[in-house]
């Protein structure tokens, strides 16, 4: 029969514990110096070696031939203890043992003395899971305890128990198991196993298994299930953090502000039953993971991701700046919470996505919030432009600007070469450049030569335009066919009855196909099409708002701090 790894590999001495030394050189000099106590308690997350302690230390304080703190592991109350035999050993799990009743009995049973061992020890797991009761009971034990009679508490949560508890015990602090020593013991293990690990592979199993060694050798244990050879490529797909390239793609289409391809990034995951709760979270982890590339030198240790996934992201935090790693973070968490409360996922994944895309919003700004359903709108349309009343949509100072850093915004994907990318306060003192690979569509067209902004002027040429497209896009003439258009500035505004106008015209590529049959019919340099829908949206808000922008009072302001904007 298989044994599990876990089991198999548990310590059986205190010099076999990893990672908790300043414990177990504590506990062997207690019992070489004959100072025990009579109650400790061990405090850490899961698997981090407090039971296993325990265990070890019931045996050192019992063990006849006890070696410099270490039981012998081959006497028979060692391997008594080890085996569950001896019963003046007691194991009690307080999650599923919490009453009063149970530690009632334990009271009575503590004062007889021990059968076969010198103490009696009892083991409590999970001890902040005992009632007030129970607790009340345990506690007079340990006001009073009889000689022969150890307590090992062992919980996860020392903020449960009380006070009066906590101050009559030794008190050790399990730390999380750091992934260097836990990648040397893994790969300790998979060579006496004869198993094939990389230490790549060791090493992302340290980190997903984020501290804990149970966890990790029961990752070891699905790979050697799945397969002889464990790589991180393996351990992968055992984990189910293969096959992320999505989380890449967002990011490369965030850099780019490629709304077009965000939403599609979303629509396929969508498509493909992929839960959006979970989405949102892994991009958050990605962007937590590009956050830390960019803070610490070695950040493959804090990570949990696979290689190519680390590749990527180091990639990535050449061109992310902090501010904007952090900015992305703050909106995908807001999000996170959005979706689990129950907002429709695919919504507010594409809200995010959208907003975070968009280099003219500082969305934490209230007053700016009713702002942004407008240059949402506009995104969503797919081509960037001169806004129809304002002055136009100035390139904000706020922290979407640095999203897209000067040299990585054309080919996130490519190898950089570091000396290319300026270090952050440089990419932050290049905002134009930065809005101008980001956005071609901005610097374009002077306006075409427009009637008084805002007055619509009926396209009369708008039958030859839709023949022009025709033969380009069948598909978007078949929609726009009988319908009718006016210009307002630099916007076509299409007024139809199909239903589907307002989505085909939010597609980037029909977008263009539409602008570009119009201004080569003619001749002038339409910049953005929306259909009659999404401009009345659009021109109503703008208009209601032309009193007081919080867009323009934040640009004032930015102004009175001596930044400089460019106004494009
Ligand atoms: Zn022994």
């Known amino acids: 029969m298989y044994t599990a790894l876990y089991r198999k590999w548990r310590p059986q001495s205190f010099s076999d514990v990893i990672g908790q030394s300043h414990i177990t050189e504590t506990l062997k000099n207690e019992i070489i110096t004959g100072r025990l106590s009579h109650a400790y308690l061990f405090i850490g997350s899961r698997g981090t070696g407090k039971t296993t302690c325990a265990r070890i230390l019931a045996k050192a304080v019992n063990c006849p031939h006890v070696h410099e703190g270490e039981p012998c592991n081959e006497c028979e109350i060692c391997k008594g203890i080890d085996s569950g035999t001896i019963l003046d050993i007691t194991e009690i799990d307080a999650a599923s043992n919490n009453g009063v009743d149970n530690i009632r009995d334990l009271r009575e049973e503590a004062n007889f003395n021990p059968a076969q061992t010198k103490y ?8 902040h899971m005992l009632s007030q009761g129970a607790f009340n009971a345990l506690l007079k034990t340990l006001e009073e305890p009889p000689e022969h009679v150890k307590f090992i508490l062992a919980t996860t949560e020392a903020h449960k128990m009380p006070a009066t508890i906590l101050s009559r015990c030794q008190r050790f602090d399990f730390k999380r198991i750091g992934a260097e020593d836990m990648s ?26 984020d501290g804990a060694m149970r966890d990790a050798l029961s990752i070891m244990d699905q790979c050697i299930a799945a397969g002889k050879d464990i790589t991180t490529k393996l351990v992968s797909e055992v984990c189910g953090i293969a096959g992320r390239e999505y989380l890449a793609e967002t990011a490369g289409a965030l850099l780019k502000r490629d709304t077009a391809k965000l939403l599609q990034i979303v629509s396929n995951l969508h498509e493909n039953a992929c ?16 956050m830390v590339a960019r803070t610490v030198k070695q950040p493959e240790k804090l990570m949990i991701c696979s ?13 992310f700046t902090l501010p904007a790693a952090i900015a992305v973070i703050d909106t995908l968490q807001k999000t ?10 695919r919504t507010a994944m594409e809200m995010a996505l959208i907003r975070l895309a968009s280099p003219e919003l500082d969305a934490r700004d209230e007053s700016v919030l009713k702002r942004l359903a407008q240059v949402e709108k506009e995104l969503k349309t797919g081509v960037k432009v001169q806004a129809t009343e304002e002055p136009a949509t100035p390139a904000a100072p706020g922290i979407n600007e ?15 070469q570091p000396e290319e990318t300026p270090p952050p306060a440089e990419q932050a003192a290049a905002p134009e450049q930065a ?16 009637p008084a902004q805002n007055a619509a002027v009926p396209i009369r040429q708008w039958p030859e335009i839709l023949q022009e497209l025709f033969p380009k896009n069948r598909l978007v003439w078949t929609i726009l066919n009988g319908t009718n258009a006016k210009q307002v500035g630099n916007t076509i505004v299409v007024y139809g009855t199909h239903p589907s106008i307002p989505d085909v015209l939010a597609v980037k590529v029909n977008a263009d196909d539409v ?32 009193v007081e922008d919080p867009l323009q009072a934040f640009i004032d302001k930015a102004q009175q701090g001596g930044i400089t904007i460019d106004y494009k």
């Open 120 to 127: 009696r020890v009892y083991i409590i797991d999970e001890v």
């Open 184 to 209: 040397e013991r893994l790969l300790y293990i998979a060579e006496q196993e004869n198993i094939s690990m990389t230490v790549e592979a060791a090493n992302l199993i340290s980190r997903l298994a």
């Open 275 to 290: 839960d959006m709760e979970r989405y949102c979270s892994e991009l958050i982890n990605f962007f937590r993971n590009i």
């Open 307 to 319: 290689d190519e996934e680390l590749q990527s992201i180091c990639r990535f935090s050449e061109s």
């Open 336 to 345: 996170y919470a959005e979706i689990k409360a129950g907002v429709q996922g």
């Open 402 to 416: 640095e999203l897209a850093a000067p040299t990585a915004s054309a080919e996130p994907e490519a190898p950089q």
């Open 435 to 450: 809005a101008e690979e980001a956005a071609p569509a901005e610097k374009e067209a002077p306006q075409a030569s427009a």
């Open 515 to 546: 602008l570009e049959a119009a201004n080569a019919v003619t001749l002038l340099e339409f910049t953005k099409v929306i259909s009659q829908r999404d401009a009345e949206e659009l021109l109503g808000e703008s208009r209601s708002e032309a």
